[in-house]
């Protein structure tokens, strides 16, 4: 069993940064791949980002590669989201995830634990 809680979001204007952070609670942490999920208003949950359970491999969408960087630890138990050069295009509920499968892109359906979601939201 794995409890994912987020923390991080909040209100900014473009341009600006944010790191959300996803603490883990649960042994098995260090096996699952992490992932951040989000959500905009009136649209499916998209992919944003994942990590394997060592940390050696990082997978973005194009939509927020090279503005984006996701990092884990795994002593902390924490995975992070640093999120740079933010557009009113990526205001949504952000969701950290864990999944059991090793995949370069993820859909909902491979993810066993959800976080609650916290919400970003980028003026122009």
């Known amino acids: 069993q794995v409890q994912l809680v987020e923390s991080g979001g909040g209100l900014v204007q473009t341009g600006d940064s944010l790191r959300l952070s996803c603490a883990a609670s649960?042994?098995?942490?260090?096996?699952?791949?992490m992932v951040w999920f989000r959500q905009a208003p009136g649209k499916g949950r998209e992919f944003v980002s994942a990590?394997?359970?060592?940390?050696?491999?990082?997978y973005y969408a194009d939509s927020i590669k090279g503005r984006f960087t996701i990092s884990r630890d795994n002593v902390k138990n924490t995975v992070y989201l640093q999120m740079n050069s933010l557009k009113p295009e990526d205001t949504a509920v952000y969701y950290c995830?864990?999944?059991?499968?090793?995949?370069?892109?993820?859909?909902?359906?491979?993810?066993?634990?959800w976080g609650q979601g916290t919400q970003v939201t980028v003026s122009s």
């Open positions: 990590i394997r359970w060592s940390g050696d491999s990082t």
């Open positions: 995830a864990a999944s059991p499968y090793s995949r370069s892109t993820y859909s909902p359906r491979l993810i066993d634990y």
């Open positions: 649960g042994r098995t942490f260090s096996s699952y791949a």
